[in-house]
C-alpha cells in the first residue's frame, strides 16, 4: 500500500460533459478557479484541458492554455500544472468510405500536439500511448508509435515529465519499451485509465496485472470513470500507486448529487485517509516525481 499518496484532479477533460452538470467549467477564468480549489482541497496535481468559450467544445487553442495556466501561476497557489498533450489525435471515418475523415476529426502530428507545452512549460504533460476505438461508431483516437517516439523525445528536451497515459496493457507494453529505450526519465509516471470504451475495463485482477507489469521503479496512478471513481481511489492506493479524481471522469458526488471538482478531491481525501494513509502536497508530490525546478515560472 501507498501511505504517501498524490491526488490529481482532472479538471473538464475533453467530453461532451458541459451539458450534463453545471459545474464542469469552460472558460480559462472557471477552469482556474476549479484547479484552484481542488488545489485548496487537497489535490497536489491539477490536470487541465481547455474549451473553446462558446461552444464548451474541447480545444487545443495556446491562447486558452495561456490565459488558464497564468490565472492559476498568478494566484499564489502552489500546485502542480499537468497539461494535457493528448488532443489532435482525434480521427472519425465514414463507414462506407474509411479513407475520408468527417466531421469530428482532429488529427495532427506528434509535434503539433504540444505547443502550448512548449510555451507555458508545465511541470508534467500527458502523453496517450496507443490507439483505440474510442466508444461506439467509426471515432478512433490516433497514437502510433512513430508519433509517440516524437513526442517523448521533444518532451524529454523540454524538461517536462510526460505522463504516460495506458488505456489497455498493449499501450503499457510500448510505454515500458520508451522507458527502456531511454526516450522516458527516472521514474517514469504511468496512468493506469480504467473504464474508457474501448479501453481496459474496470477489473481490479487487471489492475494488479497492469500494476505487476510496471518497470521497475515507476510511479504509477489509476483512476476510473463514473461511479466506480471513489472505489478506485482505495485500490490504486491499496496498490502502491496515487490517485485520479475530478469531473473530466465523474460527474457526481452521490447517486442524483452533482459534484464539484473541490468536493470529489474532499471526499478523494477522506477515503485515503481513511486507509490510513496521508495527502502528500505540491512540494512533497515533487520530489516523488522527480520534477524539475524552474526558475521564474
Avoid at 13 to 24: C, K, L, M, Y
Avoid at 146 to 171: C, H, N
Wanted: with cysteine; glycine share 10%; net charge negative.
Amino acid at each position: 500500500m501507498n501511505r504517501d499518496v498524490i491526488i490529481t484532479c482532472a479538471v473538464t477533460g475533453a467530453g461532451d460533459t458541459v451539458g450534463r452538470s453545471p459545474h464542469v467549467p469552460v472558460t480559462p477564468a472557471a477552469i482556474a478557479a476549479d484547479a484552484i480549489a481542488a488545489a485548496q482541497a487537497g489535490a497536489a496535481v491539477v490536470h487541465i484541458h481547455v474549451r473553446d468559450v462558446e461552444t464548451g467544445q474541447p480545444s487545443r487553442a495556446v491562447a486558452l492554455y495561456r490565459e488558464t495556466v497564468t490565472r492559476i501561476r498568478d494566484a499564489g497557489v502552489d500546485v502542480v500544472l499537468n497539461l494535457t498533450a493528448g488532443m489532435g489525435g482525434d480521427l472519425v471515418i465514414d463507414a462506407d468510405d474509411p479513407l475520408k475523415p468527417i466531421d469530428g476529426t482532429d488529427l495532427v502530428n506528434a509535434l503539433e500536439r504540444l505547443p502550448h507545452v512548449e510555451e507555458l512549460l508545465p511541470d508534467i504533460c500527458t502523453l496517450d500511448c496507443g490507439s483505440l476505438n474510442f466508444g461506439e461508431g467509426s471515432q478512433l483516437y490516433i497514437s502510433t508509435p512513430d508519433m509517440l517516439r516524437v513526442g517523448a523525445r521533444r518532451v524529454q528536451e523540454l524538461g517536462v515529465k510526460p505522463e504516460l497515459e495506458i488505456f489497455d496493457t498493449g499501450q503499457l507494453w510500448f510505454a515500458s519499451k520508451m522507458v527502456d529505450e531511454g526516450l522516458i526519465d527516472a521514474p517514469p509516471l504511468f496512468q493506469l485509465c480504467m473504464g474508457i470504451p474501448y479501453g481496459a475495463p474496470v477489473d481490479t485482477g487487471l489492475l494488479t496485472a497492469m500494476v505487476n507489469m510496471l518497470p521497475a521503479g515507476s510511479q504509477f496512478a489509476s483512476f476510473a470513470i463514473g461511479r466506480d471513481q471513489m472505489a478506485w481511489v482505495a485500490q490504486s492506493a491499496l496498490l502502491g500507486g496515487h490517485v485520479r479524481v475530478g469531473l473530466e471522469d465523474n460527474l457526481y458526488l452521490s447517486r442524483g448529487v452533482k459534484a464539484t471538482n473541490a468536493q470529489l478531491v474532499e471526499r478523494a481525501v477522506e477515503v485515503v485517509r481513511g486507509l490510513g494513509a496521508e495527502i502528500a502536497g505540491p512540494d512533497r508530490a515533487r520530489q516523488i516525481l522527480g520534477l524539475k525546478e524552474r526558475a521564474g515560472v
